[in-house]
């Protein structure tokens, strides 16, 4: 049995949710790509539910909103939800084989996002500073990983927990071919 690519996130949740934060701090389509540092067609299609976002437009458009990632990405919630491994609503980066699944998004008041994430050898994810006193956990399940802020970075195999500033600019680099890890971003 052949597996395809994981299901890529259903635009009309983040169009939604990228009109609503939009609207919310009153800014204009024009002065958000600004502050996201992307094109004001590329908004205005993402809000439109057409196009394809990476993980890093939607970071940009994150931080330049003051959300968490989530708030664009999380899907209505039902009263309970169980999310079987290889499922779920998951992002891929445009700069290595990173994939994220959001396992659970942050509820109101408590502010913390939780992530399985599939990492393969041979290329680095690196991220950008999410919204100030970010702080990112990581518990591994599967392989190794280099993970932290840049210049700071741990290796990490199976069990190994590390918690770091996710407010400063982090990488993670798979050492071995399936590696999974959890990943926790705590907002503050």
Same mark, same amino acid.
């Given at each position: 049995?052949?597996?395809?690519?994981?299901?890529?996130?259903?635009?009309?949740?983040?169009?939604?949710?990228?009109?609503?934060?939009?609207?919310?701090?009153?800014?204009?389509?024009?002065? *958000?790509?600004?502050?996201?540092?992307?094109?004001?067609?590329?908004?205005?299609?993402?809000?439109?539910?057409?196009?394809?976002?990476?993980?890093?437009?939607?970071?940009? *458009?994150?931080?330049? *909103?003051?959300?968490?990632?989530?708030?664009?990405?999380?899907?209505?919630?039902?009263?309970?939800?169980?999310?079987?491994? $290889?499922?779920?609503?998951? !992002? #891929?980066?445009?700069?290595?084989?990173?994939?994220?699944?959001?396992?659970?998004?942050?509820?109101?008041?408590?502010?913390? =996002?939780?992530?399985?994430? $599939?990492? &393969?050898?041979?290329?680095?994810?690196?991220?950008?500073? #999410?919204?100030?006193?970010? @702080?990112? #956990?990581? !518990?591994?399940?599967?392989?190794? @990983?280099?993970?932290?802020? !840049?210049?700071?970075?741990?290796?990490?195999?199976?069990? =190994?927990?590390?918690?770091?500033?996710?407010? !400063?600019?982090?990488?993670? &680099?798979?050492?071995?071919? $399936?590696?999974?890890?959890?990943?926790?971003?705590? #907002?503050?």
């Amino acid at each position: 049995m052949t597996e395809g690519p994981p299901p890529r996130l259903p635009l009309d949740w983040i169009a939604a949710a990228l009109r609503r934060e939009r609207t919310r701090v009153g800014l204009s389509l024009s002065e *958000l790509a600004k502050r996201a540092g992307i094109a004001k067609s590329t908004l205005s299609q993402l809000e439109a539910a057409s196009g394809n976002p990476s993980m890093e437009t939607i970071w940009a *458009l994150a931080v330049a *909103l003051g959300v968490p990632f989530s708030a664009l990405v999380e899907p209505p919630a039902p009263a309970v939800q169980v999310i079987r491994a $290889g499922e779920g609503p998951t !992002v #891929h980066s445009e700069q290595s084989s990173y994939v994220a699944t959001l396992l659970s998004a942050s509820p109101p008041g408590a502010r913390r =996002d939780i992530y399985a994430v $599939g990492l &393969e050898p041979g290329s680095v994810r690196t991220s950008e500073p #999410h919204i100030p006193g970010t @702080v990112e #956990h990581i !518990v591994v399940s599967a392989g190794r @990983v280099e993970a932290g802020p !840049v210049g700071e970075s741990v290796e990490l195999g199976p069990g =190994d927990y590390m918690s770091y500033r996710g407010d !400063v600019p982090h990488t993670y &680099e798979a050492r071995e071919a $399936g590696t999974k890890f959890v990943l926790i971003m705590q #907002h503050v």
